[in-house]
C-alpha cells in the first residue's frame, strides 16, 4: 500500500523528464 510512494516517484520522473 505506497500508493503515495508511487505518485511522488511519477512525479520525480516527470520533473527529471522535462
Known sequence: MENR???AH???AGLLVE
Open 5 to 7: 510512494q508511487c505518485h
Open 10 to 12: 511519477r512525479i520525480l
